[in-house]
């Protein structure tokens, strides 16, 4: 079996990594989908989740930026770089000095945050659709959640420190430990409600880093804080983080500006509540297939470059990208067709009721359309990070950011809903992908001229579109024996969950399976192992 050889190979090397991330990335995102099933159970769209969903939102600002993004792509070339060259001491020394200043830049901007909550809330979420009972709710979750921050901002430099060293076990374990803490909340939901998942929050990012300390000590980790006085590299991080900052917030903003037209509409909370769990339901397939691929490779394209292997380089890049969208095509139209009972089997109960379906799945097809090109942004950002043109993301996230507002205000004052909001943000990020495509083309000249790479493309969209053919028919012909399949059905969870998630179960793995067969005819698989 094709599958054996795999883990065979694997004990070594880029994929065994890109296993182990995969790996961690899956088990991240079961944890991730059982806590959104129990928190939908207790919470379904209702105005509490809502504020906590949204109190989520700015304060995640602070470590996907800050922390999570822009400096882990910025520190891990440098601490390469240096661990190479000056060797561990010095290495361990600019780390130190990086965590420093994360720290004292997340204590300030916590700091703000906690005194700005009410004005940030009331500028983003305040209109028609909040109360303002959860526009305080807001707020006080908001100042609860700025205790993540510097927990998570540690233990995303450890992170960092570990993937450049390529160990990647501990950090694929930490998102998990982090999910595991907020499902702790959960639980708790009868005796201390939304609070509950708040201070989850807390102890799973507390979590998230304790698990990442002893695999830092197994290779030799000597933190010392310090300013870095004299060290250029500290200031080389900073630099190459300006630009990267700007880039994550811009892709972060993006999300927050969909909530926040979507807060004006009539009924906005529970509207705000069924985006983001379509959001989520778009991102498992995007941190299995795309992050795990682009986190592992990354370390890999920053040493091709300063080797000045440019043509490893380009061939590296390519493999990636084309992988990447080997995964997410099928996985795309498999959303688009499967999406509302796939939604129904995970969170129609408790809580959640039928009208939260129906927004879950409004949103969900427009998601399901931009997780393609979503999900290739992923290695092209990080290509242009590798070779240190940092601008070049970062202007086109602008644009991404500025047309997904536009698009969407502009539907929404023609009268379309919630379903207009996860298109537009579908078109800006498509765009997106082609414009990073067309210019990484320009920094790497002769990267994309390979009839391979096309015709792996071209093989794995005619794949695509024969399975999506197989499960809109299966799902046509089978509404008179699974009527759950039909969003109007009146559900009955206890009684219908087990037929439909067989049934799903069935026609997906047909699916797959027939994905597969058909990628190994037209020698899609060989061309992705090279």
């Known amino acids: 079996m094709q599958l054996v050889s795999l883990f065979r190979r694997a004990r070594s090397g880029a994929l065994g990594n890109s296993l182990i991330v995969m790996g961690g990335f899956i088990l991240s995102r ?107 709710l807001t707020t006080q979750l908001a100042r609860l959640f700025l205790f993540s921050p510097l927990l998570l901002g540690l233990g995303g430099l450890a992170m960092a420190a570990l993937n450049a060293r390529d160990r990647f076990t501990a950090p694929a374990l930490a998102p998990t430990i982090y999910n595991l803490g907020i499902m702790l909340g959960a639980l708790a939901a009868p005796w201390l409600g939304i609070w509950g998942m708040g201070w989850g929050v807390v102890i799973g990012a507390l979590g998230y880093l304790l698990v990442q300390i002893p695999s830092l000590r197994g290779m030799g980790m000597r933190l ?35 909530s926040a037209l979507a807060a004006r509409l009539v009924d906005g909370d529970a509207k705000v509540a069924g985006l983001i769990y379509a959001y989520q339901l778009m991102l498992l397939p995007f941190g299995v297939f795309s992050l795990s691929l682009s986190q592992v490779a990354f370390p890999r394209l920053a040493r091709l470059v300063a080797e000045g292997r440019m043509a490893e380089l380009g061939a590296d890049v390519r493999r990636t990208l084309g992988t990447i969208l080997w995964l997410t095509l099928p996985a795309s139209g498999a959303l688009v067709i499967l999406g509302m009972p796939t939604a129904r089997v995970l969170f129609e109960r408790g809580a959640f009721d039928a009208l939260s379906l129906h927004y879950t799945t409004q949103a969900l097809t427009g998601y399901a359309v931009a997780l393609p090109a979503f999900a290739a942004s992923e290695i092209l950002i990080r290509s242009f990070y590798a070779l240190q043109r940092t601008w070049t993301p970062v202007l086109v996230g602008m644009v991404q950011v500025g047309l997904n507002i536009g698009i969407g205000a502009w539907l929404l004052a023609r009268g379309s809903d919630v379903a207009a909001l996860a298109l537009a943000f579908s078109v800006a990020n498509t765009l997106e992908a082609l414009l990073l495509f067309g210019l990484l083309g320009m920094a790497l000249p002769g990267i994309w001229r390979d009839a391979g790479l096309w015709r792996r493309l071209a093989g794995s969209c005619a794949a695509t579109l024969l399975v ?51 990628s190994r005819v037209l020698r899609i698989t060989e061309a992705l192992r090279q």
């Open 30 to 136: 079961i944890t991730g989908v059982l806590r959104d099933v129990i928190a939908s159970y207790f919470f379904g769209t209702s105005p509490e989740m809502t504020a906590y969903r949204s109190a989520f939102q700015i304060v995640d600002l602070l470590y996907l930026v800050i922390i999570g993004g822009a400096l882990g792509s910025s520190f891990i070339p440098v601490f390469i770089q240096v661990w190479e060259q000056d060797g561990e001491e010095r290495a361990w020394r600019m780390a130190g000095a990086v965590l420093s200043w994360a720290l004292l830049i997340l204590a300030l901007a916590s700091g703000l945050i906690f005194l700005a909550a009410p004005w940030l809330v009331q500028v983003i979420y305040g209109g028609q659709g909040f109360e303002p009972a959860t526009l305080h």
């Open 224 to 258: 010392t804080l310090n300013l870095g006085r004299q060290m250029a590299e500290v200031g080389t991080v900073a630099r190459q983080m300006g630009p990267r900052v700007l880039g994550q917030a811009a892709a972060h903003i993006s999300i927050v500006a969909t």
């Open 468 to 518: 999506v053919g197989w499960l809109w028919l299966a799902r046509s012909l089978s509404m008179g024996f699974v009527p759950a399949l039909a969003l109007e059905h009146p559900y009955m969870w206890q009684r219908e969950i087990l037929p439909l998630l067989l049934w799903l179960a069935l026609v997906a793995g047909i699916g797959a399976g027939g994905y597969y067969g058909i």
